[in-house]
């Protein structure tokens, strides 16, 4: 949930949070019958396309710096001999045992 709170929601809802305050701090008003600038006036095309721009920028990050590299070993979760879940786990190449570590030279098959 936090990594859904992180990459989706916080980078869409910023431009818009961020207009919102810089109208407080101006002192105006973006709601309608509060006797400030009508819902119509606000620029809710530019909002909606920063916060996709930032939802972007905040996905190819994760996508860049976050993460294994594609040489480390995946292991999926599963149950155990003593019927407990064993999480998922990712180990690094550099700690792989050397006969499970993937082979350099092998073709994808």
């Known amino acids: 949930m936090l990594r ?4 989706i929601l916080i980078p869409l809802l910023l431009p818009t949070l961020v207009y919102v305050g810089y109208l407080v701090l101006t002192g105006r008003r973006a709601a309608v019958g509060r006797g400030g600038e009508p819902a119509a006036d606000v620029p809710w095309v530019w909002l ?5 721009g930032l939802m972007a920028a905040f996905l190819v990050s994760l996508a860049l710096l976050g993460g294994h590299g594609t040489d480390s070993l995946y292991i999926p979760a599963h149950v155990g001999p003593d019927g407990q879940t ?10 792989l045992p050397r006969e499970a570590a ?4 092998a073709a994808p098959q």
Do not use: Y
């Open 86 to 95: 064993v999480p998922a786990r990712v180990i690094p190449a550099d700690q």
């Open 48 to 52: 909606l396309a920063a916060g996709i």
């Open 4 to 7: 859904v709170l992180l990459t």
């Open 102 to 105: 993937p082979a350099e030279d």
